[in-house]
């Protein structure tokens, strides 16, 4: 199974365990957190699926949980899921990809003074 850097998507070939501070060779990002670990789960309790975890709130940034396992974090990143999803839709039915509204822009719009 592939492992990968929940940050940059890096594959890594990891020789030893993967410690508290170890962090990515490409970006510098922490792998011993949450995110990376095959545990975590955004739809369980506290984002994990073991039940005896302690509640950690930031989820990328190194821990010291002991339940700890390397997983593949590139598969969870979500950053272009949802646009890629739409493209791929539009696509399906013929139509051009719907325009993506900028999250600033539209509250912006919504509490404009009239």
């Known amino acids: ?4 850097c929940y940050s940059c998507g890096q594959i890594l070939e990891l020789q030893s ?3 508290r501070r170890t962090t990515c060779p490409e970006c510098d990002a922490d792998l011993h957190s949450c995110v990376n670990c095959r545990h975590y789960d955004e739809s369980a ?12 709130l930031e989820k990328d940034s190194s821990n ?8 593949d974090g590139a598969s969870r ?5 949802g646009d890629d999803a739409r493209r791929q839709l539009a696509a399906l039915f013929g ?3 719907p325009k993506r ?13 009239p």
């Open 77 to 81: 990143r979500r950053k272009n899921a």
């Open 101 to 113: 509204d900028d999250p600033k822009d539209v509250l912006e719009a919504l509490f404009k003074k």
């Open 95 to 97: 139509d051009a990809p």
């Open 17 to 19: 365990t993967v410690g």
């Open 1 to 4: 199974m592939p492992t990968s």
């Open 45 to 56: 309790p506290h984002s994990c699926r073991e039940p005896q975890t302690e509640h950690v």
């Open 64 to 71: 010291a949980c002991d339940l700890f396992q390397f997983g």
